[in-house]
Protein backbone atom coordinates (compact mmCIF):
# COMPACT_ATOMS: atom_id res chain seq x y z
CA UNK A 1 0.00 0.00 0.00
CA UNK A 2 1.47 3.61 -1.23
CA UNK A 3 1.95 5.80 1.88
CA UNK A 4 -0.93 8.20 2.54
CA UNK A 5 -0.36 11.74 3.44
CA UNK A 6 -3.60 14.14 4.65
CA UNK A 7 -2.97 17.98 4.72
CA UNK A 8 -3.93 19.97 7.81
CA UNK A 9 -3.57 23.40 8.87
CA UNK A 10 -0.20 24.33 11.21
CA UNK A 11 -2.47 26.03 12.94
CA UNK A 12 -6.04 27.24 13.30
CA UNK A 13 -7.59 30.12 15.90
CA UNK A 14 -9.52 28.33 18.56
CA UNK A 15 -13.10 28.74 17.03
CA UNK A 16 -12.17 25.98 14.27
CA UNK A 17 -9.91 23.91 16.10
CA UNK A 18 -11.34 20.40 16.23
CA UNK A 19 -13.56 21.76 13.43
CA UNK A 20 -11.44 21.55 10.61
CA UNK A 21 -12.20 19.05 7.59
CA UNK A 22 -9.15 17.11 8.06
CA UNK A 23 -11.03 15.85 10.82
CA UNK A 24 -13.01 13.50 9.14
CA UNK A 25 -10.36 11.94 6.87
CA UNK A 26 -8.07 11.15 10.03
CA UNK A 27 -11.27 9.58 11.61
CA UNK A 28 -11.95 7.43 8.78
CA UNK A 29 -8.27 6.14 8.36
CA UNK A 30 -8.94 5.61 12.04
CA UNK A 31 -11.21 3.57 11.60
CA UNK A 32 -10.04 1.65 8.97
CA UNK A 33 -6.83 1.12 10.50
CA UNK A 34 -4.62 2.82 8.01
CA UNK A 35 -1.45 4.46 8.82
CA UNK A 36 -0.88 8.15 7.55
CA UNK A 37 1.31 11.53 7.21
CA UNK A 38 0.53 15.12 7.34
CA UNK A 39 1.20 17.14 4.99
CA UNK A 40 1.01 20.51 7.58
CA UNK A 41 0.50 23.78 5.74
CA UNK A 42 0.11 27.58 6.54
CA UNK A 43 -1.78 30.14 4.88
CA UNK A 44 1.04 31.31 3.24
CA UNK A 45 0.95 27.76 1.48
CA UNK A 46 -2.57 27.23 0.71
CA UNK A 47 -2.39 29.27 -2.98
CA UNK A 48 1.32 27.91 -4.12
CA UNK A 49 1.28 25.77 -7.44
CA UNK A 50 2.30 23.13 -5.84
CA UNK A 51 -0.24 22.88 -3.12
CA UNK A 52 -3.31 23.90 -5.49
CA UNK A 53 -1.94 20.85 -7.61
CA UNK A 54 -2.92 18.64 -4.73
CA UNK A 55 -6.69 20.86 -3.82
CA UNK A 56 -7.55 22.65 -6.63
CA UNK A 57 -9.33 25.58 -4.33
CA UNK A 58 -6.46 26.02 -1.92
CA UNK A 59 -8.35 24.34 0.75
CA UNK A 60 -7.60 21.68 3.51
CA UNK A 61 -7.86 18.41 3.61
CA UNK A 62 -5.93 17.29 0.62
CA UNK A 63 -5.57 13.22 0.18
CA UNK A 64 -2.32 11.61 -1.38
CA UNK A 65 -2.37 7.98 -1.39
CA UNK A 66 1.20 7.03 -3.66
CA UNK A 67 -0.05 9.02 -7.33
CA UNK A 68 -3.25 9.16 -6.47
CA UNK A 69 -4.59 12.80 -5.08
CA UNK A 70 -8.16 13.58 -3.95
CA UNK A 71 -9.73 16.44 -2.02
CA UNK A 72 -13.10 17.09 -1.14
CA UNK A 73 -13.66 15.27 2.59
CA UNK A 74 -16.43 13.46 1.75
CA UNK A 75 -15.22 12.45 -1.56
CA UNK A 76 -12.06 11.26 0.60
CA UNK A 77 -14.01 9.55 3.22
CA UNK A 78 -15.80 7.46 0.44
CA UNK A 79 -12.53 6.52 -1.09
CA UNK A 80 -11.56 5.43 2.19
CA UNK A 81 -14.71 3.73 3.06
CA UNK A 82 -15.14 1.38 0.06
CA UNK A 83 -12.37 -0.39 1.13
CA UNK A 84 -13.25 -0.94 4.61
CA UNK A 85 -15.33 -2.98 6.49
CA UNK A 86 -15.29 -0.72 9.45
CA UNK A 87 -16.96 2.29 7.61
CA UNK A 88 -19.15 0.68 4.69
CA UNK A 89 -21.27 -2.44 5.03
CA UNK A 90 -21.18 -5.16 2.39
CA UNK A 91 -24.90 -5.70 1.64
CA UNK A 92 -25.49 -4.13 -1.68
CA UNK A 93 -28.72 -2.24 0.08
CA UNK A 94 -26.78 -1.05 3.04
CA UNK A 95 -23.94 0.39 1.06
CA UNK A 96 -26.23 2.44 -1.12
CA UNK A 97 -28.11 3.43 2.20
CA UNK A 98 -24.76 4.66 3.92
CA UNK A 99 -23.72 6.58 0.58
CA UNK A 100 -27.20 8.27 0.40
CA UNK A 101 -26.54 9.20 4.07
CA UNK A 102 -23.36 10.65 3.33
CA UNK A 103 -24.76 12.77 0.58
CA UNK A 104 -27.50 13.95 3.48
CA UNK A 105 -24.94 14.66 6.01
CA UNK A 106 -23.30 16.99 3.54
CA UNK A 107 -25.81 18.10 0.84
CA UNK A 108 -28.77 18.71 3.34
CA UNK A 109 -27.65 19.37 7.03
CA UNK A 110 -24.17 20.56 6.14
CA UNK A 111 -25.27 23.46 4.28
CA UNK A 112 -27.73 25.39 6.98
CA UNK A 113 -25.05 24.57 9.41
CA UNK A 114 -22.36 26.19 8.06
CA UNK A 115 -24.41 29.31 7.10
CA UNK A 116 -25.53 29.60 10.42
CA UNK A 117 -21.77 29.70 11.48
CA UNK A 118 -20.60 32.27 8.78
CA UNK A 119 -23.22 34.50 10.48
CA UNK A 120 -22.29 34.08 14.26
CA UNK A 121 -18.83 34.91 13.05
CA UNK A 122 -19.77 37.95 11.52
CA UNK A 123 -21.86 39.30 14.72
CA UNK A 124 -23.42 41.69 12.69
CA UNK A 125 -26.47 43.73 15.09
CA UNK A 126 -28.49 44.61 12.43
CA UNK A 127 -32.19 43.61 11.89
CA UNK A 128 -31.56 41.92 8.31
CA UNK A 129 -28.95 39.52 9.99
CA UNK A 130 -31.08 38.99 13.19
CA UNK A 131 -33.75 37.85 10.71
CA UNK A 132 -31.69 35.74 8.15
CA UNK A 133 -29.99 33.83 11.53
CA UNK A 134 -33.82 32.94 12.27
CA UNK A 135 -34.23 32.10 9.12
CA UNK A 136 -30.98 29.20 9.22
CA UNK A 137 -31.99 28.38 13.04
CA UNK A 138 -35.39 27.39 11.43
CA UNK A 139 -33.79 25.50 8.80
CA UNK A 140 -31.45 23.73 10.97
CA UNK A 141 -34.54 22.53 13.41
CA UNK A 142 -35.99 21.25 10.72
CA UNK A 143 -33.26 19.21 9.15
CA UNK A 144 -32.09 17.69 12.82
CA UNK A 145 -36.25 17.02 13.49
CA UNK A 146 -36.10 15.07 10.78
CA UNK A 147 -32.47 13.12 11.42
CA UNK A 148 -33.77 12.87 15.21
CA UNK A 149 -36.71 10.68 13.72
CA UNK A 150 -34.15 8.37 11.55
CA UNK A 151 -32.55 8.12 14.72
CA UNK A 152 -34.79 7.56 17.10
CA UNK A 153 -35.22 3.91 18.99
CA UNK A 154 -31.31 3.39 16.50
CA UNK A 155 -28.14 4.03 18.05
CA UNK A 156 -26.34 4.66 14.56
CA UNK A 157 -28.32 5.94 11.11
CA UNK A 158 -27.78 1.87 9.85
CA UNK A 159 -27.64 -0.84 12.44
CA UNK A 160 -23.89 -0.16 12.99
CA UNK A 161 -21.70 2.21 12.32
CA UNK A 162 -20.78 3.56 9.10
CA UNK A 163 -19.11 6.50 7.17
CA UNK A 164 -22.46 7.97 7.03
CA UNK A 165 -22.43 8.22 10.51
CA UNK A 166 -18.52 9.33 10.79
CA UNK A 167 -19.77 12.19 8.58
CA UNK A 168 -23.03 12.82 10.22
CA UNK A 169 -21.07 13.48 13.73
CA UNK A 170 -18.18 15.76 11.95
CA UNK A 171 -21.34 18.24 10.95
CA UNK A 172 -23.46 18.33 13.90
CA UNK A 173 -20.04 19.21 15.61
CA UNK A 174 -19.82 22.69 13.86
CA UNK A 175 -23.30 23.46 15.81
CA UNK A 176 -20.80 23.19 19.20
CA UNK A 177 -21.12 26.58 20.42
CA UNK A 178 -25.02 26.66 20.46
CA UNK A 179 -27.90 24.37 21.86
CA UNK A 180 -29.55 23.46 18.74
CA UNK A 181 -28.27 19.96 19.31
CA UNK A 182 -28.19 19.84 22.91
CA UNK A 183 -31.37 20.80 23.09
CA UNK A 184 -32.71 17.55 21.12
CA UNK A 185 -31.95 14.70 23.68
CA UNK A 186 -31.96 11.96 20.72
CA UNK A 187 -29.35 13.80 18.42
CA UNK A 188 -26.92 14.35 21.80
CA UNK A 189 -26.63 11.34 22.81
CA UNK A 190 -25.86 10.53 19.37
CA UNK A 191 -23.03 12.46 19.04
CA UNK A 192 -21.30 11.45 21.92
CA UNK A 193 -21.59 7.79 21.29
CA UNK A 194 -19.84 8.34 17.87
CA UNK A 195 -17.14 11.00 19.00
CA UNK A 196 -16.44 8.18 22.69
CA UNK A 197 -15.17 5.68 19.64
CA UNK A 198 -11.36 5.61 20.16
CA UNK A 199 -10.76 6.45 16.26
CA UNK A 200 -12.40 9.64 17.04
CA UNK A 201 -10.65 10.64 19.97
CA UNK A 202 -6.89 9.34 18.12
CA UNK A 203 -8.28 12.19 15.10
CA UNK A 204 -8.93 14.66 17.38
CA UNK A 205 -5.86 14.51 18.78
CA UNK A 206 -3.88 14.14 15.79
CA UNK A 207 -5.38 17.12 14.24
CA UNK A 208 -5.09 19.16 17.97
CA UNK A 209 -1.37 18.58 18.31
CA UNK A 210 0.32 20.70 15.44
CA UNK A 211 -2.02 23.58 17.20
CA UNK A 212 -0.94 23.07 20.52
CA UNK A 213 3.04 22.92 19.42
CA UNK A 214 2.30 25.97 17.40
CA UNK A 215 0.05 27.44 20.12
CA UNK A 216 0.49 31.51 19.58
CA UNK A 217 1.71 33.46 22.74
CA UNK A 218 -1.05 35.35 24.32
CA UNK A 219 0.45 39.05 24.68
N1 LIG B 1 -16.06 21.02 0.62
C1 LIG B 1 -14.70 21.02 1.08
C2 LIG B 1 -14.54 22.21 2.01
C3 LIG B 1 -13.12 22.34 2.50
C4 LIG B 1 -13.00 23.52 3.45
O1 LIG B 1 -13.89 24.39 3.58
N2 LIG B 1 -11.86 23.55 4.14
C5 LIG B 1 -11.62 24.63 5.07
C6 LIG B 1 -11.15 24.07 6.39
S1 LIG B 1 -12.43 23.14 7.17
C7 LIG B 1 -10.50 25.50 4.54
O2 LIG B 1 -9.52 25.02 4.02
N3 LIG B 1 -10.67 26.81 4.71
C8 LIG B 1 -9.70 27.76 4.29
C9 LIG B 1 -10.07 28.43 3.02
O3 LIG B 1 -11.11 28.15 2.43
O4 LIG B 1 -9.27 29.27 2.60
C10 LIG B 1 -14.38 19.70 1.79
O5 LIG B 1 -15.30 19.14 2.39
O6 LIG B 1 -13.23 19.24 1.74
Known amino acids: MSTIRVSAFRWV ?3 AQG ?21 LIGREDQLSEAYLNLQPFG ?15 GAIVLHIAERSDALMPSDPGARARTKTWMFAALNTVEPPIMFLNMLD ?10 ALRLAAVGEIKKRLASLRSRLDGREY ?9 LLMTTVLR ?8 AEIPVLEAYC ?17 APFIANAQPKM
Open 13 to 15: PPF
Open 59 to 73: QVPAYEEGELVLFES
Open 121 to 130: RRQDGDAAAK
Open 19 to 39: LVRDLRVRWALEEAGLAYEER
Open 174 to 181: ILRDTDLV
Open 192 to 208: QRCEARPAFRKALAGQM
Open 157 to 165: IEDRFTAAD
